[in-house]
């Protein structure tokens, strides 16, 4: 689940960097970073059947008869729940008072905001604060690859993959809840964030050359992103040239 939304997330990214990102074709350039790509390729393709025929109709289906303002309360409670992962993934990095920002948010919105329907908690001064292990991994040094095409769950890698599955097993939340509960806040998410992207996912696969190179290297910047928690990259080095330096100018 948290694996899709990375997924879907890579839209807006794509709109960002319309001009560049989307026109990215297979080539020797990432053979290293991706030497699973035939494989890939193939599980990339399962996935986008899969999506043509079950998850985009269900999202259409679900922007059709609800109206946006329902839409927004729903994604509102899956938030909601999902704050029991994110405190305990930001108490494992040292962001403790990212922690407590959290545990704030989960008290507020599940009391004063309905079980989370409405965001008391942002009007309070406390912010969303998303964190999974795949992050957690990666400030503990965890490198990021090979690339992954992981079936229905779509872009990841050994790192994330990974963080994903502790991040469900160790949810406290499904293992006080019935299993139908599990299934149905899976699928309601699913279906919730798909019709948030239709349109962003639609013009990134029109406008891309290569739709699965597109995806990959937006996935691999926008986990570097969350890794990042939105902060700029490091700036590289650039060498220092003496130009006054008779030696260099000799040459």
């Given at each position: 689940?948290?694996?899709?939304?990375?997924?879907?997330?890579?839209?807006?990214?794509?709109?960002?960097?319309?001009?560049?990102?989307?026109?990215?074709?297979?080539?020797?350039?990432?053979?290293?970073?991706?030497?699973?790509?035939?494989?890939?390729?193939?599980?990339?393709?399962?996935?986008?059947?899969?999506?043509?025929?079950?998850?985009?109709?269900?999202?259409?289906?679900?922007?059709?008869?609800l109206p946006e303002?329902?839409?927004?309360?729903?994604?509102?409670?899956?938030?909601?729940?999902?704050?029991?992962?994110?405190?305990?993934?930001?108490?494992?990095?040292?962001?403790?008072?990212?922690?407590?920002?959290?545990?704030?948010?989960?008290?507020?919105?599940?009391?004063?905001?309905?079980?989370?329907?409405?965001?008391?908690?942002?009007?309070?001064?406390?912010?969303?604060?998303?964190?999974?292990?795949?992050?957690?991994?990666?400030?503990?040094?965890?490198?990021?690859?090979?690339?992954?095409?992981?079936?229905?769950?779509?872009?990841?890698?050994p790192r994330d993959?990974?963080?994903?599955?502790?991040?469900?097993?160790?949810?406290?939340?499904?293992?006080?809840?019935?299993a139908d509960a599990?299934?149905?806040?899976?699928?309601?998410?699913?279906?919730?964030?798909?019709?948030?992207?239709?349109?962003?996912?639609?013009?990134?696969?029109?406008?891309?050359?290569?739709?699965?190179?597109?995806?990959?290297?937006?996935?691999?910047?926008?986990?570097?992103?969350?890794?990042?928690?939105?902060?700029?990259?490091?700036?590289?080095?650039?060498?220092?040239?003496?130009?006054?330096?008779?030696?260099?100018?000799?040459?």
């Amino acid at each position: 689940m948290a694996t899709l939304r990375r997924w879907l997330a890579c839209a807006l990214l794509t709109c960002a960097l319309l001009g560049g990102a989307a026109d990215l074709r297979a080539n020797d350039a990432y053979g290293d970073d991706d030497p699973l790509e035939g494989l890939n390729r193939v599980v990339f393709e399962f996935n986008q059947a899969i999506d043509a025929l079950v998850l985009k109709p269900a999202a259409e289906l679900y922007v059709a008869f609800l109206p946006e303002e329902v839409r927004y309360r729903v994604s509102n409670v899956l938030r909601n729940l999902g704050e029991p992962i994110n405190l305990l993934n930001n108490l494992a990095q040292g962001k403790f008072e990212r922690a407590g920002a959290t545990l704030m948010r989960f008290s507020i919105n599940s009391t004063f905001g309905v079980a989370g329907i409405f965001d008391v908690a942002t009007d309070w001064g406390y912010e969303h604060t998303p964190e999974d292990f795949g992050q957690t991994l990666a400030t503990w040094g965890v490198g990021d690859k090979p690339f992954l095409m992981l079936p229905l769950l779509g872009p990841s890698n050994p790192r994330d993959a990974l963080g994903f599955a502790v991040d469900w097993v160790a949810d406290p939340l499904a293992h006080i809840t019935p299993a139908d509960a599990g299934v149905a806040r899976a699928a309601t998410s699913g279906v919730s964030q798909r019709a948030e992207y239709l349109d962003e996912l639609e013009t990134v696969e029109r406008t891309s050359v290569d739709f699965y190179a597109a995806l990959r290297e937006l996935y691999r910047q926008y986990r570097a992103d969350d890794v990042r928690d939105g902060a700029p990259p490091p700036i590289m080095d650039v060498p220092d040239f003496d130009f006054d330096d008779e030696e260099w100018l000799e040459e």
